[in-house]
């Protein structure tokens, strides 16, 4: 390939000036590819990828040399963070032998914790492994989350992963709702000062080389979904306000816009019985250029949820576009009342072709293209890419998961360990027999005489998971929704064991639930959001105190969950436990 004159690379040059001369520089068909950002995978060992059948997912090189994609969300892990580095090395070094060089920005879903879901969060691997945010929203620490976030940028920044698609801010008051793992809690003031926390750590004093751009989810606030269901799937399209709450739900990201969040991204769902188009928020021109851009003055990125655009098949099963409000428009009808509600990009999507098409026929102009364009190309610039694209791979290992950084990680995970009852068998005396559930016979050796059955112990310790409702298909079942009542035989075989035992219960609360009645039948309930059996017999046995308060109520019942207004917080009546409950040892 000819070599061009790229005088955008002059570094002493303006920013707006080095986008200016950049973007006249690009044909239609290169403007297009910035557009859209969706999933990219690794090859083995740090090579370049072929792709992968299952999420649908095409070769590297045709991400980047045929379609002029340079925006990708990075799936999975390696298992050495060095081979992440390599590979992203090899995937810059492929898009500077593009004809204008331009580089890739990698983002991430979080992985710095304990759950995998291809939807929504990935497990940490290499890297440090912290509580989930809700575990971070139960240490009440906004120093401790900007620590997180500076820990997660140096770890990011060491393999290229230079956007976080994250934090999520939404408020978890509707208990039944899926993706609350990922909030800070119900408390909209406490979401908002850990979520300036987190774009403060992620981005660092200031914006630049050294940064991670945060992308702040779902805006305007995902939370009040009707009956808990998730809008990943047509049976949660449907936000609903009937306690006329839609304002409470702008306050943290009224906070993150302060703290200077550079990115946005809007939520699937669709608003009900509001000022707003009854439409999905990526659609909506009311919420994206009348609320966030003229009401907010944010001239950030706003990218949409994925798969907004186009039905796709996930982990086996046909899933139709997330097109909610608008299911009858056309794929390029839809991509058109995207770009007119304000957005910047299509995430999940990569049809550069439909948008080249929409521009040729007169229906988006090319102007329109170069407003979102230098969006997208100043957030590269001001990141350094163009300057340093590429990372010391050698170096990576030493960095991600250092033994700082994942000390750093395990305290946290003691902090959020929060103690909800005790009827005295807290904390665990040294050397008592142990009946455990849920832990290695060998960890719980450490601290203490591991017995085989409950009769036998001391104390029992079972670790249980929240419940949900099994659903059709695999992917829905990543999402934790439904019913938060435990199934029968769980409760049982806990009454069970409590009667041969004092009974320690822990339970992983990725959602809020109905724990009356093993509070009732066990000695002591505690509530983790991502803790290691080690992290969590430190604090049961009081070699470390017992410090984590709840982020959300806990309510007494499902039928007080179904009377609570979705977007209401601290709505159920008579919880059982309220909103920064948590006993010390």
């Known amino acids: 390939m000819t070599d061009i004159e790229k005088p955008w690379l002059d570094a002493a040059l303006p920013t707006e000036e080095r986008v200016r001369l950049l973007l006249d520089a690009m044909t239609l068909e290169e403007k297009a590819g910035l557009f859209f950002h969706t999933m990219i995978m690794m090859g083995e060992g740090g090579e370049l990828s072929e792709g992968s059948t299952e999420f649908g997912i095409p070769s590297n090189r045709h991400h980047v040399a045929d379609l002029h994609m340079n925006h990708f969300n990075l799936l999975g892990a390696a298992p050495k963070a060095s081979e992440m580095a390599a590979w992203y090395n090899r995937l810059q070094e492929l898009a500077a ?232 428009l056309t794929p390029a009808e839809r991509m058109t009342k995207i770009l007119d509600a304000g957005a910047d990009q299509f995430g999940g999507e990569q049809e550069p072709e439909m948008l080249i098409e929409l521009v040729r026929s007169g229906v988006v102009s090319e102007e329109r293209l170069d407003v979102s364009a230098a969006r997208l190309l100043r957030e590269k610039f001001e990141l350094g890419l163009f300057e340093n694209p590429y990372v010391d791979a050698s170096a990576a290992d030493a960095v991600v998961g250092s033994a700082e950084f994942r000390a750093a990680g395990d305290a946290a995970q003691r902090k959020s360990v929060t103690v909800l009852s005790n009827g005295g068998s807290l904390p665990i005396a040294t050397g008592a027999r142990l009946y455990v559930e849920g832990i290695a016979d060998e960890i719980a050796a450490q601290y203490g005489t591991v017995v085989a059955t409950p009769a036998e112990a001391d104390v029992a310790i079972l670790r249980l998971q929240a419940p949900y409702e099994q659903r059709a298909s695999m992917f829905e079942n990543f999402f934790h929704a439904g019913s938060l009542d435990f199934p029968e035989d769980v409760l049982a075989h806990v009454a069970e064991v409590a009667a041969a035992a004092p009974t320690v219960v822990d339970v992983f609360l990725d959602r809020p639930a109905i724990l009356a009645p093993i509070v009732e039948s066990a000695d002591a309930v505690v509530a983790n959001w991502g803790s290691s059996a080690e992290a969590l017999l430190d604090v049961l046995t009081g070699a470390h105190p017992a410090q984590g308060r709840l982020p959300f109520d806990v309510p007494r019942s499902m039928a007080a969950v179904e009377a609570s207004r979705p977007d209401v917080q601290f709505d159920t009546e008579d919880p059982l436990f309220r909103f920064g409950h948590g006993l010390s040892l």
């Open 97 to 328: 032998s593009t004809r204008l060089g331009i580089p890739v920005t990698i983002s991430t879903d979080p992985r710095h914790s304990f759950s995998e879901n291809p939807g929504a969060s990935i497990l940490s691997g290499p890297f440090s492994q912290w509580p989930e945010p809700l575990g971070l929203a139960a240490t009440h620490d906004a120093d401790l989350v900007e620590r997180f976030g500076e820990i997660a940028r140096q770890e990011y920044t060491a393999v290229g992963i230079r956007v976080a698609l994250h934090p999520q801010v939404d408020l978890a008051t509707e208990s039944r709702w899926a993706r609350q793992l990922q909030t800070f809690g119900e408390d909209a003031d406490l979401a908002g000062s850990l979520g300036a926390a987190y774009v403060r750590g992620f981005q660092g004093e200031s914006f630049g080389a050294g940064s991670v751009s945060t992308m702040t989810k779902h805006f305007p606030g995902g939370g009040p979904q009707k009956d808990g269901e998730d809008p990943h799937f047509d049976y949660g399209r449907e936000q609903v306000y009937p306690g006329d709450n839609f304002e409470h739900h702008l306050k943290p990201f009224e906070a993150v816009f302060a703290a200077g969040g550079r990115q946005i991204m809007p939520y699937y769902g669709m608003p009900v019985g509001t000022e707003y188009e009854e439409v999905g928020f990526g659609f909506n021109k009311g919420v994206l250029t009348g609320l966030l851009r003229e009401r907010f003055g944010f001239d950030g990125i706003v990218c949409t949820d994925w798969g907004l655009i186009t039905d796709q098949p996930i982990m086996g099963t046909d899933f139709s576009a997330r097109a909610w409000g608008v299911e009858h």
